[in-house]
């Protein structure tokens, strides 16, 4: 599947000119090479990805499974070379994705799958832009700079074994850089800003919504009660959060496991933004010399002690030298106390 995307990649510049795409898409290509030099900007590594251009013949580039115990939200974990333990299995191939699936689901676990729009290879390759990538809504902005943004930190930050932390990151960072970018280049009242912000509105109501799920089950995973009035229970809860949400799939241990993966990191990442000043770039800087060392076991999902020690390397602004009644610098005075 990655070789296919290598020999289908275009240049940009070429693909821009190509008639047979939409003009919206044209336009949002031409806008690919400003969000990578906004990103570099923003203390990302610099890559090669995303200076060619891939259309496909579908809406997801590959289809993620993932997989929990019945009775738990813990994600079953695959291991590779290079990137260790991973929550999750991307597949290129659609049917081979639903068979692996549903042999998971005969094994006994609680499954997930998912389409996907985008991955990062973390710089081993130069990964293209994907028509998966490109929404045909004329204020679609804020969807591809964010997916670029998302990967870019990939690239620049990942710890093997560690998925919580690189999600997390990823996520935070490329929310936060996503609004900057938009409000530099289109300005605070533009549309473009806006759309995004409304869609993040309906997100964050959405992972505020699972993550009470989240909680919910893993109090009643602890209740002393036969199995089957816990599966019973499980049932009746997943279900009715289904119809509440509007989710398009079966709501399972492993889709709210994923969701762990992807924002379970936020109240932390919030934590060390607000340390570091609320400079996205000082989150960058900080996070850039994480290592597996940093970490006290395999997918580590308290983010708190690491988020401590990254603060305490945060710059800190410089304090204003006490001025006087005048306006003016105050010599050899401490300033007054304020008043209570």
């Given at each position: 599947g990655q070789?296919?995307?290598?020999?289908?990649?275009?240049?940009?510049?070429?693909?821009?000119?190509?008639?047979?795409?939409?003009?919206?898409?044209?336009?949002?290509?031409?806008?690919?090479?400003?969000?990578?030099?906004?990103?570099?900007?923003?203390?990302?590594?610099?890559?090669?990805?995303?200076?060619?251009?891939?259309?496909?013949?579908?809406?997801?580039?590959?289809?993620?499974?993932?997989a929990a115990p019945t009775f738990s939200l813990e994600p079953k974990e695959w291991w590779f070379p290079i990137v260790g333990d991973v929550p999750y299995l991307g597949w290129f191939d659609k049917h081979l994705a639903t068979n692996h699936k549903e042999s998971l689901a005969r094994e006994g676990w609680d499954v997930?799958?998912?389409?996907?729009?985008?991955?990062?290879?973390?710089?081993?390759?130069?990964?293209?832009?994907?028509?998966?990538?490109?929404?045909?809504?004329?204020?679609?902005?804020?969807?591809?700079?964010?997916?670029?943004?998302?990967?870019?930190?990939?690239?620049?930050?990942?710890?093997?074994?560690?998925?919580?932390?690189?999600?997390?990151?990823?996520?935070?960072?490329?929310?936060?850089?996503?609004?900057?970018?938009?409000?530099?280049?289109?300005?605070?009242?533009?549309?473009?800003?806006a759309a995004w912000v409304d869609g993040e509105a309906y997100g964050k109501a959405l992972r505020e919504r699972l993550y009470q799920a989240y909680r919910d089950l893993t109090a009643l995973y602890r209740r002393k009660i036969p199995r089957a009035q816990m599966l019973q229970e499980k049932t009746r809860y997943l279900e009715r959060l289904r119809a509440e949400v509007g989710f398009p799939r079966p709501i399972t241990n492993a889709t709210l496991a994923h969701y762990d993966t992807y924002h379970g990191g936020e109240e932390a990442f919030a934590k060390l933004y607000e340390i570091c000043n609320r400079d996205i770039r000082e989150v960058v800087r900080v996070t850039r010399v994480v290592t597996a060392k940093d970490f006290d076991k395999t997918a580590e999902s308290d983010l708190t002690k690491l988020v401590d020690k990254l603060g305490k390397g945060c710059k800190k602004p410089p304090v204003p030298a006490p001025r006087s009644a005048k306006g003016e610098p105050t010599a050899g005075r401490s300033p007054a106390p304020p008043p209570p």
């Open positions: 070789m296919d995307l290598l020999c289908r990649a275009r240049d940009i510049d070429d693909a821009k000119n190509n008639p047979d795409l939409s003009p919206n898409t044209r336009r949002l290509l031409g806008d690919v090479p400003i969000v990578k030099r906004y990103a570099t900007k923003s203390g990302l590594v610099p890559t090669r990805s995303y200076e060619d251009f891939v259309e496909l013949d579908r809406r997801s580039v590959v289809w993620v499974v993932s997930d799958m998912r389409g996907s729009i985008a991955y990062s290879t973390l710089g081993f390759f130069d990964d293209p832009v994907l028509s998966t990538m490109i929404d045909e809504a004329p204020d679609a902005d804020g969807e591809l700079a964010n997916v670029i943004l998302h990967e870019s930190v990939h690239a620049t930050v990942y710890v093997a074994g560690q998925s919580e932390f690189n999600e997390g990151l990823a996520t935070f960072v490329g929310d936060h850089l996503t609004i900057e970018y938009l409000t530099e280049r289109f300005g605070p009242e533009s549309h473009e800003l």
